[in-house]
């Protein structure tokens, strides 16, 4: 089992850019999640979807939208990329509420 | 929405010796309370959770402690070793009855001195 994937590893926008972050998991999990990780600010929800086919806003999700594909595939797009965006971006996914895995990371940069 | 706080930001000890992380939460509904260790460029890693039906909770050298009336847990890591050595974020779930995702403290940056 590859667990949660993301990709890109790294990404360099110009601000005004759209770009989409892809997250997949083949654990058959329920729900999936985004997060950002700033220094000093801990992991922060950008959006979540608790089963197939619903998407909810989290604590930032401003300047963000989200699509649940399907079961394993959950993407993050920056429709107009700004620098305050700069960050590595997290996802993860639970078979129940709590037990949350998360992928590698995407580390990107707004200039 | 939650909130949680976590104490200290940083936490030097010595190689052997004890290590404490406290965090607080205000959402008295929340039910679930996970650690987290996260090695420099790296993805965070679960190393142990609590749910709020039990108040202590044992790994080898780590363990979680709960005090749902005075809403703060902790985590406590026993003879210390040079790979504890890491950033650690406690967080919490479960108040908003749903899969709302977690609400993270701001880490613990462990250092473990030899």
């Known amino acids: 089992n590859a667990g949660v994937t993301q990709t890109p590893k790294f990404q360099v926008l110009k601000t005004g850019q759209s770009m989409t972050l892809q997250c997949a998991q083949d654990m058959n999990h329920n729900s999936m999640y985004w997060y950002r990780q700033d220094p000093g600010m801990g992991l922060r929800l950008i959006y979540y979807s608790a089963s197939e086919g619903t998407t909810d806003k989290g604590e930032v999700p401003n300047g963000y939208n989200v699509s649940r594909l399907n079961k394993r595939e959950f993407s993050l797009r920056l429709e107009s990329a700004a620098p305050s965006q700069t960050s590595v971006y997290f996802c993860?996914?639970?078979?129940?509420?709590?037990?949350?895995?998360f992928g590698p990371g995407t580390r990107l940069t707004v200039t | 929405g939650e909130n949680v706080e976590q104490h200290p930001s940083t936490l030097s000890v010595q190689e052997g010796d004890s290590a404490v992380i406290k965090c607080t939460y205000s959402d008295s509904a929340s039910n679930y309370f996970p650690w987290y260790k996260q090695e420099l460029g790296k993805r965070p890693q679960l190393i142990i959770d609590?749910?709020?039906?039990?108040g202590e909770k044992k790994d080898q050298r780590i363990a979680v402690t709960l005090n749902k009336t005075a809403k703060h847990f902790s985590l406590h890591i026993t003879e210390t070793q040079p790979e504890d050595s890491a950033v650690y974020f406690c967080?919490?779930?479960?108040?908003?009855?749903?899969?709302?995702?977690?609400?993270f403290g701001k880490g613990t940056h462990l250092i473990i001195q030899p």
């Open positions: 993860a996914s639970s078979y129940r509420v709590d037990e949350q895995y």
């Open positions: 609590i749910r709020s039906n039990v």
């Open positions: 967080a919490a779930s479960g108040g908003g009855g749903g899969a709302d995702g977690l609400t």
